[in-house]
């Protein structure tokens, strides 16, 4: 015999997991208790985050590394209340996660049990019904094997994202056989949706009759890249990326035009104008406003996008195409390449080399402060210092807030060519401030042979920089950059472009270098573009454990946050 929570790890195992984020408590202790007897015998272990937030943005980070399920865990009341914001961010992304909290024993439901959360009080199954894929209380021991393999199922499919199983203390330390072993789990692994023939014959003659093509890649194109290449060179087409899509294609590619929306470049947006661009085929993004930038017409939404994806929740909006096409971008594109390609050179690939070459197609704002060497450090020259010099196979996460604007604009993206997912990750979706913190910290426990180098704010350390103490703990090769402004950087410069009052945005000064030494973590303060030249960052990459850099970059410079004004000043 065994016990649930030993119940749920043996499917977990099987699916190849190896974690569990999460936060002890008494309710949730069976749990606990079934991991310490996994981990004893070489299975699945705990890793233990600061805040229940914080675990459920690790499980993203595991997830988003490995392409497998991110679990996370948590004990009753604030336990559960703690991991809503993580779990509704891994919901708006598109995560796969199976989320884990606990209740009162079932006998004790509405008797005012110490940190209850059922039904008759603080209900948080209810909370978690409009972030969550499936969402559930497991009321009986019964229930509990097919409950989480639907809970499995939904997390995976085509439509992925968090999936909740409330189970109540008495419940999870139910003894059970152990059968698990007659159980397939092939409804969960490749969910390759095919087009339909009829579809693929429309987009293939429409695309066979104009010259002008450009692609936007989102975050949805991760299977279908080489094909997408192959296709956009061999046919002389310019491609863009969503900001979500950034990762997906190196920045010195010779179609490549720069992101387009949130943070992006005048050369995307010019590339999808009407002129240069008789269709616009979009692949695998929602039309969201951070990929739409603000919504606007005269690019993507407009009667030349054809819109293609897998998952129907990014069709919802595509009111205004052409054509609009389920299914997956690799089976739908891998025909395309070879019927589309008939004669035209395709262009000569740029081999990856140990110096990058930043690209001459794509238009970035302010391009001298980008070479700065010498005085204050610009915000600009920081991102592009540390996109050079940071190891090619490097995870590169942008923190809510200036971070991620600066790192939408001016990051290069140099992965090696072998590299078939994004190393560029941004939480733009929900954007909680601290998404990178504990996101990068699942990621770096996920490629522990890997460098993890996680941009984030002062505002965002103040909330959520504990976090870096698991990393330490687990000795997790992780850099952490804090950009200090002594402001919510993004708020500021918000406030002043839409002639707001400057309220609120003003942090005190503190030296993350030394509050880092303080929990025990390497740290460098760094000053001036002279310190930040000197500082061996590959070194620093090749050491293990944690470490931290406290970068004094200059508050004044206004990031690139265009089309965000649009849509808070309602200019669009």
Request: a negative charge; hydrophobic letters at 40%.
């Amino acid at each position: 015999m065994i016990e649930n929570g030993d119940l749920i790890l043996s499917y977990l195992e099987r699916l190849g997991v190896e974690y569990v984020f999460g936060v002890p408590g008494g309710s949730i202790e069976p749990l606990f208790n079934a991991l310490a007897r996994s981990e004893r015998r070489g299975g699945i272990r705990p890793i233990i985050a600061r805040h229940e937030t914080g675990a459920a943005f690790m499980a993203e980070g595991y997830a988003r590394e490995t392409g497998k399920l991110g679990v996370c865990c948590s004990t009753s009341g604030p336990g559960a209340t703690n991991m809503l914001t993580g779990v509704a961010s891994a919901y708006t992304d598109g995560i796969p996660m199976l989320v884990i909290t606990a209740q009162t024993s079932l006998e004790r439901f509405g008797q005012g049990s110490f940190q209850e959360t059922s039904c008759t009080g603080i209900n948080t199954v209810e909370m978690f019904s409009r972030c969550t894929r499936y969402n559930t209380l497991v009321s009986h021991s019964a229930q509990l094997e097919q409950k989480l393999l639907q809970a499995i199922s939904h997390t995976l499919s085509n439509q992925p994202g968090p999936a909740h199983l409330s189970i109540p203390l008495d419940v999870m330390r139910q003894p059970v056989v152990n059968a698990t072993s007659h159980e397939s789990l092939r409804a969960f692994i490749n969910h390759d949706v095919a087009p339909s023939q009829g579809a693929m014959h429309l987009i293939l003659k429409d695309l066979a009759t104009v010259t002008k093509v450009t692609v936007v890649l989102g975050e949805g194109a991760v299977g279908a890249i080489d094909e997408l290449l192959a296709l956009v060179e061999a046919r002389g087409w310019q491609l863009v990326t969503t900001p979500r899509g950034k990762g997906l294609v190196n920045s010195d590619h010779p179609a490549h035009r720069g992101v387009f929306g949130f943070a992006g470049h005048g050369s995307a947006m010019e590339a999808l104008k009407p002129e240069n661009a008789e269709r616009v085929l979009v692949i695998g993004t929602a039309l969201d406003e951070v990929s739409t930038c603000g919504w606007d017409p005269t690019t993507i939404l407009s009667d030349r996008m054809i819109h293609l994806s897998d998952n129907p929740e990014h069709l919802i909006r595509s009111t205004v195409a052409r054509l609009v096409v389920l299914g997956s971008p690799r089976l739908m594109l891998k025909p395309f390449a070879k019927l589309l390609a008939s004669d035209p050179v395709r262009m000569e690939k740029q081999a990856l080399t140990s110096e990058f070459h930043s690209a001459q197609n794509v238009k970035i704002d302010n391009p001298e402060k980008c070479s700065a060497i010498k005085g204050p450090i610009k915000p600009q020259a920081l991102m592009t210092h540390m996109s050079q010099v940071c190891p090619p196979e490097s995870r590169v996460l942008m923190d809510t807030g200036n971070s991620f604007l600066w790192g939408i604009h001016y990051w290069n993206i140099r992965k090696p060519q072998s590299e078939p997912k994004s190393l560029f990750h941004i939480g733009i979706s929900y954007a909680s401030m601290g998404w990178a913190i504990g996101t990068s910290v699942g990621m770096a426990a996920a490629s522990r042979n890997t460098p993890v180098v996680c941009f984030t704010g002062d505002g965002s350390v103040l909330m959520s920089g504990q976090e870096i103490t698991t990393a330490l703990q687990e000795n997790l090769n992780l850099l952490m950059v804090v950009l200090n402004d002594s402001a919510l950087g993004m708020v500021r410069h918000g406030q002043a472009l839409s002639g707001g009052e400057q309220i609120g945005n003003a942090l005190p000064q503190v030296n993350f270098a030394d509050l880092a030494k303080a929990l025990g973590v390497k740290s460098h303060r760094i000053e001036t573009m002279e310190e930040l030249r000197a500082l061996d960052v590959p070194a620093i990459l090749r050491e293990p454990g944690p470490c931290v850099l406290d970068v004094i970059v200059d508050g004044d410079e206004v990031p690139p946050m265009g089309a965000r004004m649009k849509v808070l000043t309602g200019a669009v």
